[in-house]
């Protein structure tokens, strides 16, 4: 098992509840499997932040589901103008 520290900013801290947190995903996590725990976890809030939203990954975004994931994912939603 992974740990992930998952941080969130504007909508998606909203969407959580929280700015960080820490979740255990199984070993080889992609961003398909955090977007899924995600939206199981936080429901519909979540669900819309992450729809046009993206991951940051290790400073690189990331939307393509199999896209790996490492110990730190930022989760940041649609920004105006960007």
Do not use: W
């Not at 992450?50 to 991951?55: A, D, H, I, N, V």
């Not at 730190?72 to 103008?81: C, H, I, K, R, S």
């Amino acid at each position: 098992m992974a740990m992930v520290t998952v941080r969130y900013f504007a909508a998606a801290a909203d969407a959580a509840g929280c700015e960080q947190e820490q979740l255990e995903l199984g070993s080889g996590a992609t961003v398909g499997v955090l977007r899924d725990a995600l939206q199981e976890r936080y429901g519909a809030a979540m669900e819309k932040v992450l729809r046009s939203g993206s991951f940051l990954v290790d400073g690189i975004v990331r939307r393509d589901p199999a896209s790996p994931i490492s110990a730190n994912v930022d989760v940041l939603p649609p920004f105006a103008g960007g």
